[in-house]
């Protein structure tokens, strides 16, 4: 598949399909690792129809895995422009904050997404975040937030039972990690 060099201000039917099999390409280069073919067709996505959201959170999500933090992060910020409740974009561009060093604002974007999706992964991620800066309280909250989004999400309890252990609160810890 060949990738356009410019595009038409005016998106056409021609320019959505076309744009629509480029994201469709990218999805599958994403979930097939071939992160460069993934970023790539996104970016062709985008230049027939600039600023999709769910273009730009998918762009974000290989950047990151690329080590592209700050190219990830341009990308979703510009995502969560045109869809503030976007839980994967805040995740991503958490993702991007937390290997900026970016702490404070990652922790805030993490529990974005965590609020917005209620899934398990951006409350692991916010109680990895909160123990890298040696907070394991609040982590421990973090991590009860993820195992009640998803009680089958293996690595919050791990990540929980471990500070239990490390902070002598072996009954509970057993409880984490039986």
């Known amino acids: 598949m060949s990738f356009p060099t410019d595009a038409s201000p005016t998106p056409s039917q021609d320019a959505f399909d076309r744009a629509r099999e480029f994201f469709a390409t990218g999805v599958q280069m994403l979930a097939s690792g071939h992160l460069d073919k993934a970023e790539q067709a996104f ?103 993820a195992i009640a989004a998803d009680p089958a999400f293996p690595p919050a309890w791990t990540n929980n039972g471990n500070i239990l252990r490390e902070h002598s609160r072996l009954a509970e810890a057993a409880q984490a990690l039986r």
Do not use: C, I
Not at 113 to 140: I, K, T
């Open 43 to 145: 970016l062709a996505s985008l230049a027939l129809l600039p600023d999709r959201a769910s273009t730009l959170t998918n762009l974000a999500a290989v950047r990151v895995r690329l080590g592209n933090p700050a190219g990830a992060l341009q990308v979703a910020e510009q995502a969560l422009r045109q869809e503030r409740k976007n839980g994967d974009a805040w995740f991503h561009g958490a993702e991007a904050l937390a290997l900026l060093g970016r702490h404070q604002e990652a922790l805030q974007a993490f529990a974005n997404a965590g609020q917005l999706n209620n899934a398990a992964m951006p409350w692991y991620r916010h109680g990895q975040v909160l123990q890298d800066l040696e907070r394991d309280e609040e982590a421990l909250q973090s991590y009860e937030r």
